[in-house]
Structures are given as structure tokens and as C-alpha cells.
């Protein structure tokens, strides 16, 4: 192995120490305070979790998807794209009758403060008449997880609670599964909001990532469960 190797391999150890001891509670409790109208968790001792999955849904996967939280008793709360609903709609029905719940997350998956404001009221109102359809919708997760006050105020205007969450563990980005159920384990605490992604088929490791961690969070007397669950449970 030469230097370059060796160099490479201590940055890539480096990095991966660095995304494991990552402890966002104490940040997102900061957060929380700066920004009060948005949800990054709930404040319980009850041993809860949110779980959240992003941008489905997805023909193949998000059957998968909902089969494992179906072995394991766990509901989710499933921000959908709009645009992906058509042709989709009987999936969508499946995630209401089995007990989770939808959220909005626009249109299309982009970032959402680079909206305008016309451009955003229209994304969040048209994902809103394909949703309703099937449930009411409270929840909204913007795109990319940014937001500004401007996105604030139109989402409450139209009755929705913003929410970010607190245990993102990329799963977008990072391909390997036991980091990435590591990292939940790791860092899931009481009322955390945990988001994993659906969509496309390069996202079907979302399925093994809940099949490795579901059971271990069980195991510590954890409950796995949608957000208006959540918050209905707070302290």
C-alpha cells in the first residue's frame, strides 16, 4: 500500500469516526428554541420514536418498505412527492389502511427555499389536493430540510406544521447499512424524529437499514411510531 493509500484510508476512518460521534440532540434542542413553529422532536422520557420516510412513493420499493415495518409492528409517517403519486395511488392507499400516515413534501424533489414564493405556494398546494385525496395532511417536511420564514408563513397558512426532524443519517449518500442502522442506534433518543428516504430503487437499502434497526430499537424498549402519535404523547 502506498502513501497515497494510506493517506486516503486514514481520511476515509477520519470521516467515518467524525459521522459516528456526531450527537445532533444537543444541537436540535438549540435548534427547537430558535425556532419554535418548527418540529425537530418531541419532548417525552417515554422510551418513542418518529419514524419519517421521504419522497416516495416508489412502485417497487415502497411495498418493501411497508412489509418490513409490518413485521415489526412500527408506524411511519410518509412525506410523498407529489408528482410520483399518479400511477401510484393504490400504494398510497395501502400506507393510509396500514396505519401511517402522509405528509407533504412539495411536488418535486428539490430544495424548497429555492422556491419562489409563487413557485413554492403552488408546489405545496398542488401536493396538498393529491394527498387530500387520500387522508388529511398535516405535516410538511420542506426539500433538503431548509427552510426560511417566508416558507414558514405560507406553510402555516395552510394549516401545516413544519417538521425537520433531529437523526438524519444519509442515507441518500452513504450506501453501507450496518453505518448506517449504527449511527440511528447511536444516536435515537426519547421523541426523536428519525428520516430515511424512499423513491428509487437506489434507495432499497432503506428496507435493510429497517430490518437491522426496527428489532434493536425494540429491543431497548422503544416504540416506533407516526408523528401525530408522537406529539400526542409529549410531556
Same mark, same amino acid.
Given at each position: 500500500? $502506498?502513501?497515497?493509500?494510506?493517506?486516503?484510508? @486514514?481520511?476515509?476512518?477520519?470521516?467515518?469516526?467524525?459521522?459516528?460521534?456526531?450527537?445532533?440532540?444537543?444541537?436540535? !434542542?438549540?435548534?427547537?428554541?430558535?425556532?419554535?413553529?418548527?418540529?425537530?422532536?418531541?419532548?417525552? @422520557?417515554?422510551? +418513542?420514536?418518529?419514524?419519517?420516510?421521504?419522497?416516495?412513493?416508489?412502485?417497487?420499493? @415502497?411495498?418493501?418498505?411497508?412489509?418490513?415495518?409490518?413485521?415489526?409492528?412500527? !408506524?411511519?409517517?410518509?412525506?410523498?412527492?407529489?408528482?410520483?403519486?399518479?400511477? $401510484?395511488?393504490?400504494? +398510497?392507499?395501502?400506507?393510509?389502511?396500514?396505519?401511517?400516515?402522509?405528509? $407533504?413534501?412539495?411536488?418535486?424533489?428539490?430544495?424548497?427555499?429555492?422556491?419562489?414564493?409563487?413557485?413554492?405556494?403552488?408546489?405545496? %398546494?398542488?401536493?396538498?389536493?393529491?394527498?387530500?385525496?387520500?387522508?388529511?395532511?398535516?405535516?410538511?417536511?420542506?426539500?433538503?430540510?431548509?427552510?426560511?420564514?417566508?416558507?414558514?408563513?405560507?406553510?402555516?397558512?395552510?394549516?401545516? @406544521?413544519?417538521?425537520?426532524?433531529?437523526?438524519?443519517?444519509?442515507? %441518500?449518500?452513504?450506501?453501507?447499512?450496518? +453505518?448506517?442502522?449504527?449511527?440511528?442506534? +447511536? $444516536?435515537?433518543?426519547?421523541?426523536?424524529?428519525?428520516?430515511?428516504?424512499?423513491?428509487?430503487?437506489?434507495?432499497?437499502?432503506?428496507?435493510?437499514?429497517?430490518?437491522?434497526?426496527?428489532?434493536?430499537?425494540?429491543?431497548?424498549?422503544?416504540?416506533?411510531?407516526?408523528?401525530?402519535?408522537?406529539?400526542?404523547?409529549?410531556?
Amino acid at each position: 500500500m $502506498n502513501i497515497r493509500k494510506i493517506l486516503l484510508s @486514514t481520511a476515509a476512518l477520519s470521516a467515518l469516526a467524525g459521522y459516528m460521534l456526531v450527537r445532533p440532540r444537543m444541537f436540535v !434542542h438549540r435548534l427547537a428554541q430558535s425556532s419554535p413553529d418548527v418540529l425537530f422532536c418531541a419532548d417525552t @422520557t417515554e422510551r +418513542v420514536v418518529a419514524l419519517t420516510i421521504d419522497d416516495g412513493p416508489h412502485a417497487v420499493l @415502497t411495498p418493501m418498505i411497508l412489509d418490513a415495518l409490518a413485521e415489526y409492528g412500527a !408506524h411511519a409517517t410518509f412525506f410523498l412527492l407529489g408528482e410520483r403519486i399518479p400511477g $401510484n395511488e393504490t400504494i +398510497v392507499q395501502r400506507i393510509v389502511a396500514e396505519g401511517h400516515e402522509l405528509g $407533504n413534501h412539495t411536488m418535486i424533489d428539490a430544495p424548497s427555499i429555492r422556491f419562489s414564493e409563487e413557485e413554492f405556494a403552488s408546489q405545496l %398546494a398542488q401536493a396538498d389536493a393529491l394527498l387530500s385525496q387520500f387522508s388529511p395532511v398535516r405535516w410538511f417536511r420542506p426539500g433538503s430540510g431548509w427552510y426560511n420564514q417566508r416558507l414558514l408563513r405560507q406553510v402555516q397558512e395552510r394549516g401545516y @406544521t413544519c417538521v425537520v426532524g433531529s437523526v438524519y443519517p444519509y442515507d %441518500a449518500q452513504l450506501r453501507l447499512t450496518p +453505518v448506517l442502522s449504527a449511527y440511528i442506534l +447511536v $444516536n435515537a433518543f426519547p421523541g426523536a424524529i428519525i428520516a430515511l428516504h424512499d423513491g428509487t430503487w437506489e434507495r432499497r437499502r432503506t428496507v435493510d437499514v429497517l430490518r437491522q434497526t426496527l428489532p434493536r430499537l425494540q429491543a431497548r424498549g422503544y416504540r416506533i411510531v407516526t408523528l401525530s402519535e408522537l406529539v400526542a404523547i409529549e410531556d
